[in-house]
């Protein structure tokens, strides 16, 4: 009877010690798989994450970058949680790149977040400085000057330095970029006709809709890039479709009672097509004796120079 009872307990050992093994076993085998599953199913979601936030940079360099362009989107960080998208931008001025402030955001499984850069007021900085008399506004991160456009509804208690065209024949030997604001809207053929053949022109706003001042926006002006100083209907439409489609890129901004969303679906809906399209502004750039060829057009409302670049004798502008 006690052999017997030893052989069992001998059998009920062994078999306790074959399943603490094969737990063993599942375990070394089991959680590596799952923590590889786990690691790539977070990684799969993060990195849609991360592209969801390259193309919201994609889309605000189309549509709220007035003649600022990106040169890369990448990751500047990552870690088991998200990471950092960083993207460089800059400005071409008749053939002069002239860097820009960056673009930064951060992502994790679940979302993404541009940062505070997007928001009215956090990526300028004003100044009382007076030049040809009106204060000026600079990008922070670079400190050039921002063109800035105006709008004819408002009420402006003094006008002066709100033409500064007139003035852009004194800077001599350099190139700059100007933001145009019109009498009233033109269409993308009536704007084509009356800017000379030595001028670029790099972008089209699409203007405000209420009484707003304009010179408030902090830079964040709706309008569409001119690739190779050509608008087509194909541009047209990828403006319409990232306004339908991307509107979280735009949402952000509400500016005295102007929601820039709302304008953005309203012209959407109103112009189907870039020959019925009508714009508020122009930002042009080229050689300042050229930009004063403009100084007396009777079509510009109000003017703002931006950025302004001397020339250089090794590099010739494009016209």
């Known amino acids: 009877m006690n052999d017997q009872t030893d052989k069992m307990k001998r059998v009920i050992r062994k078999l306790k010690i074959k399943r603490v093994i094969v ?36 889309v605000r360099s189309e549509i709220l970058a007035p003649n600022i362009q990106n040169s890369d989107n990448y990751l500047s960080s990552t870690s ?37 850069l997007n928001s009215s007021g956090t990526d300028t900085d004003s100044t009382t400085k007076q030049i040809f008399g009106q204060a000026q506004v600079y990008d922070r991160q670079t400190q050039q000057k921002i063109p800035v456009f105006f709008n004819v509804k408002h009420h402006y208690q003094s006008t002066k330095g ?8 004194q800077v001599k030997n350099s ?4 933001a145009i604001t019109f009498n009233h809207p033109l269409t993308y053929q009536q704007i084509k006709k009356m800017i000379p053949q ?39 439409q990828q403006l319409r479709q990232d306004i339908n489609h991307h509107a979280n ?21 109103k112009y189907k097509t870039l020959k019925q399209a009508k714009f508020s502004g ?33 590099q010739k502008p494009n016209k």
């Open 162 to 169: 709100f033409y500064q065209i007139r003035q852009i024949g």
């Open 80 to 116: 088991f949680w998200g990471g950092t998208v960083t993207s460089h931008r800059y400005k071409e001025i008749d053939g002069y790149r002239v860097p820009w402030s960056t673009l930064s955001g951060t992502y994790n499984w679940n979302n993404y977040q541009e940062d505070a």
């Open 23 to 58: 737990t063993i076993c599942l375990i070394i085998i089991c959680v590596p798989l799952i923590l590889a599953l786990l690691y790539k199913t977070t990684q799969t979601l993060a990195g849609k994450q991360s592209w969801k936030l390259m193309e919201a940079f994609e």
């Open 282 to 314: 122009i930002i042009i750039s080229g050689q300042t004796k050229n930009l004063a060829e403009l100084k007396t057009a009777s079509w510009i409302k109000y003017s703002s120079i931006g950025t302004v670049v001397s020339l250089k004798p090794y």
């Open 198 to 236: 030595n001028v670029e022109t790099n972008w089209y706003w699409i203007g405000p809709s209420n009484q707003g001042d304009a010179t408030d926006f902090s830079n964040n002006y709706l309008g569409l890039q001119a690739h190779d100083e050509q608008l087509t209907n194909s541009d047209f």
């Open 175 to 178: 190139v700059a970029e100007v």
């Open 249 to 269: 890129s735009i949402s952000n901004f509400e500016i005295q009672h102007f929601s820039m969303l709302k304008y953005a679906k309203w012209y959407a809906k």
